[in-house]
Structure formats: structure tokens, C-alpha cells
């Protein structure tokens, strides 16, 4: 069975950092793309960062740089670290997989996490 467990979240307060885990097991074919996505309360569900099998990167708009999203093959996990955090970051953080067609697209991904709660206080 595919599955995705995430770890890492939790509280911080405004700037500060909070590193994102997820890893993958039961896939028969490694998922062509792999990413992060947030869903704060009465929002809609919004790209954070992507990957593909190549190493290419794609991130939202709001990121401005302070997130990086990578992978370790060997361990089967996905990481996302986020730096520079502010209050408009607080949401349920999801990890995904996918065979996308594009990065940030979220009906490209058809397996997710169980959430995460990432809560940024000011």
C-alpha cells in the first residue's frame, strides 16, 4: 500500500524555522513528482514546493525564497525546510505524490499525507 508519513511540524514564532519531513514507502515506480502543499481554514489548498525525478524545483509565488524543498532517494523522503516564517504561514501542511504533468498543479497529485499542522505565532 502507498503511503506517506509526514513529520516536523509544530510551533514557532515569526522568523523562525521549521523543517518538514515525509517519507514514502509501498510505491512499486518512484512518483514522478513529489511535493507540499497548505491548507489554512476556510482557504483553498495551495502549492508550496515541488520536485520532480530530475531534481527540478517549482515553489508559489509566496515563498519569496525562504522555503527549500529536496529529497533523499536513498531514504525515500521528502523535506521541505522553511525559513522565515510569518503568521501568514500557519496551515495544515500536506505531502503529495504524483506522476504531474505540472509541478505545482494539485489535481496532478493522487496520493497525500495525513496533514501536518504548522502553527506561526507572532
Known amino acids: 500500500e502507498e503511503e506517506l508519513v509526514q513529520s516536523g511540524g509544530g510551533s514557532v514564532q515569526a522568523g523562525g524555522s521549521l523543517r518538514l519531513s515525509c517519507v514514502s514507502s509501498?510505491?512499486?515506480?518512484?512518483?514522478?513528482?513529489m511535493g507540499w502543499f497548505r491548507q489554512a481554514p476556510g482557504k483553498e489548498r495551495e502549492a508550496v514546493a515541488a520536485?520532480?525525478?530530475?531534481?527540478?524545483?517549482n515553489y508559489g509565488e509566496f515563498v519569496l525564497g525562504r522555503f527549500a524543498i529536496s529529497k533523499d532517494n536513498a531514504k525515500s523522503t521528502l523535506y521541505l525546510q522553511m525559513n522565515n516564517l510569518n503568521v501568514e504561514d500557519t496551515a495544515m501542511y500536506y505531502c503529495?505524490?504524483?506522476?504531474?504533468?505540472?509541478?505545482?498543479?494539485?489535481?496532478?497529485?493522487?496520493?497525500w499525507g495525513q496533514g501536518i499542522q504548522v502553527t506561526v505565532s507572532s
Open positions: 509501498g510505491f512499486m515506480y518512484k512518483p514522478f513528482c
Open positions: 520536485i520532480d525525478l530530475d531534481g527540478t524545483t
Open positions: 503529495a505524490a504524483g506522476d504531474c504533468y505540472t509541478l505545482l498543479a494539485t489535481s496532478d497529485y493522487n496520493n
